[in-house]
């Protein structure tokens, strides 16, 4: 079965850090670009972080330039979007997505608050 799995969300406090993974199965996500995207409540779906296929190339969305990360670990066929110096408004179910493969993971809350 082809899926993508997020993982890692949890409660954070400003200004801290959180690592999501996506773990991909059936397919090689190495061979593939995969995208995070995320959705506050009331918000529409919301560009995060790309990593290309080929090489190493990376894109970030305006608003976590600077404080995110996506990389990839392919012996875990896993990507993971480090992220850091989080802001309330980072609050959102984040979702992976490969669209080559017309798929999207179930999502992860990340809630950030005192």
């Known amino acids: 079965q082809v899926q993508l799995v997020e993982s890692g969300g949890g409660l954070v406090q400003p200004g801290g850090s959180l690592r999501l993974s996506c773990v991909g199965s059936?397919?090689?996500?190495?061979?593939?670009?995969i995208n995070w995207h995320r959705q506050a409540p009331g918000k529409e779906r919301e560009f995060v972080a790309s990593?290309?296929?080929?090489?190493?190339?990376?894109f970030y969305g305006d608003s976590v330039k600077g404080r995110f990360i996506i990389s990839r670990d392919n012996a875990k066929n896993t990507v993971f979007l480090k992220m850091n110096n989080l802001k309330p408004e980072d609050t959102a179910v984040y979702y992976c997505?490969?669209?080559?493969?017309?798929?999207w993971g179930q999502g992860t809350q990340v809630t950030v608050s005192s």
């Open positions: 997505q490969s669209p080559n493969w017309a798929l």
């Open positions: 059936g397919f090689d996500v190495s061979s593939y670009t």
């Open positions: 990593i290309i296929s080929i090489g190493t190339n990376t």
